[in-house]
């Protein structure tokens, strides 16, 4: 995990700016026994929808023709949120086995239609995300939080976090899920999502 910092007003290109990462962010470092005490919170905890930015494209996400949109409009019975930094090294390591969860996610008929994933650049700009994005060739939508708005909402502190939220239309968010850290299955993870969002799929 890495704690995020105050915004930097990086605009160098992408090899000096993982290069100055590697200097200018501290780096807290994650065990494997104080990664079984990370908690899971429960659905009691409500969380208001947040509007995004739109700079990629959001047939994924069941929406098109829109600059702005919020998490409640998304096309989805739940939504996965990746809080990362471009900057955040447990994020670059872990950026394949997220690939591998959207692409077990797409490749389940029961969960294609109702679980999205996303990605949120806690502190990043859209170019620091498209950095990101091309570098680790990441398959589903990276949205920008240069301002920390939706980091703030979301009450994240550090990357990579995995929030998981049940999207209900026009209305705030029940979060089932904080996962402070990465994962190193993906089907235990998925089968975790599954569990906590009491997701009901037809013949399981």
């Given at each position: 995990m890495t704690k995020i910092k105050k915004e930097l007003n990086l605009r160098f290109i992408p090899f000096?700016?993982?290069?100055?990462?590697?200097?200018v962010f501290p780096v807290l470092q994650?065990?494997?026994?104080?990664?079984?005490?990370?908690?899971?919170?429960?659905?009691?905890?409500?969380?208001?929808?947040?509007?995004?930015?739109?700079?990629?494209?959001l047939e994924y996400l069941g929406l098109a023709g829109e600059e702005h949109f919020k998490s409640n409009q998304i096309k989805a019975e739940i939504i996965i949120i990746e809080m990362f930094s471009m900057y955040c090294p447990h994020c670059q390591r872990e950026a394949p086995l997220v690939n591998e969860l959207y692409n077990?996610?797409?490749?389940?008929?029961?969960?294609?239609d109702k679980i999205k994933l996303i990605g949120i650049g806690a502190g990043n700009s859209?170019?620091?995300?498209?950095?990101?994005?091309?570098?680790?060739?990441?398959?589903?939508?990276?949205f920008p939080d240069k301002?920390?708005?939706?980091?703030?909402i979301l009450k994240v502190t550090e990357t990579?976090?995995?929030?998981?939220?049940?999207v209900k239309k026009?209305?705030?968010?029940?979060?089932?899920?904080?996962?402070?850290?990465?994962?190193?299955?993906?089907?235990?993870?998925?089968?975790?999502?599954?569990?906590?969002s009491e997701l009901k799929t037809e013949g399981r």
């Open positions: 000096i700016c993982f290069l100055l990462a590697c200097f994650v065990s494997a026994s104080s990664q079984s005490n990370l908690s899971d919170s429960a659905n009691s905890v409500t969380v208001p929808a947040f509007e995004i930015t739109v700079p990629v494209t077990a996610i797409e490749k389940n008929a029961a969960f294609k859209c170019y620091e995300v498209d950095v990101f994005r091309k570098k680790y060739e990441v398959p589903f939508p990276l301002s920390f708005a939706i980091t703030k990579p976090t995995f929030v998981g939220l049940k026009d209305k705030d968010h029940n979060q089932f899920m904080f996962h402070v850290a990465g994962f190193e299955n993906v089907s235990q993870f998925l089968k975790k999502i599954e569990k906590l």
